[in-house]
């Protein structure tokens, strides 16, 4: 929302200082001159035909008025009125010796003013410079967000991948655990047949040691 255009003028339209002004935004200006009070005042007005706001401020019958494009943005009205509290201390310093000082109306002359045409145009270009760095350095802030956001959600990633690092490194030590001890139990089972094996085998053959001793008596003579 840049601040194109600046005026300082006497009520009832004569133009003392302005910088800015083309022939359409000129013709729009003389109009909202001839409206503006003389009584102190303040105030913005919309222009939509030419996508333009003017404000003003109004003191001791001086008019000090900027004009700025919209470029589709709501107007801040703090950006159009620092300028014009600016302008006006400058504008006072110049032509009365002091920011608490009006000048006399009667002295002031277009021709007098025109020096002060670069004035209004360093102002206007000054405001426009700072307003340009508040809108990057918000964006610096939105950007700076964004980055702290994913940073936090990076670190909460890395904390969840942690945790899942530290579930699976205990699920491999139980899941060693559980292979040894399965093979301990498998080397038991193992040996616990081969025992029962061993124990069927001496029965076996103690039963047929019991057999032949029964039918061969003690001497076999039975059995020969």
Not at 177 to 205: E, P, S, Y
Request: contains cysteine; aromatic residues 8%.
């Amino acid at each position: 929302m840049p601040l194109n255009a600046g005026v300082v003028a006497v009520v009832g339209a004569t133009v003392l200082s302005q910088h800015g002004l083309d022939d359409n935004l000129r013709g729009v200006v003389n109009k909202i001159l001839q409206k503006i009070p003389r009584h102190d005042s303040k105030m913005s007005y919309e222009y939509p035909p030419m996508n333009v706001d003017f404000s003003y401020i109004v003191e001791n019958r001086l008019i000090y008025l900027v004009a700025n494009n919209r470029d589709g943005e709501k107007m801040e009205f703090r950006i159009p009125f620092t300028y014009l509290e600016e302008i006006k201390k400058k504008f006072k310093k110049e032509f009365a010796g002091g920011e608490d000082k009006y000048p006399e109306i009667d002295t002031l002359s277009e021709a007098g003013c025109r020096e002060f045409d670069k004035v209004i145009k360093e102002t206007l270009s000054v405001c426009n410079d700072k307003d340009k760095i508040k809108t990057v350095q918000a964006q610096i802030d939105d950007v700076h967000g964004i980055v702290l956001q994913n940073i936090e959600k990076v670190i909460d990633r890395g904390d969840k991948i942690d945790a899942l690092v530290d579930k699976i490194d205990t699920l491999d030590s139980e899941a060693r655990t559980f292979r040894k001890g399965a093979g301990k139990l498998k080397n038991k089972m193992w040996w616990k047949n081969i025992r029962l094996i061993i124990m069927i085998v001496v029965i076996v053959i103690v039963l047929i040691i019991v057999i032949l001793l029964i039918a061969c008596k003690p001497n076999f003579d039975n059995c020969s």
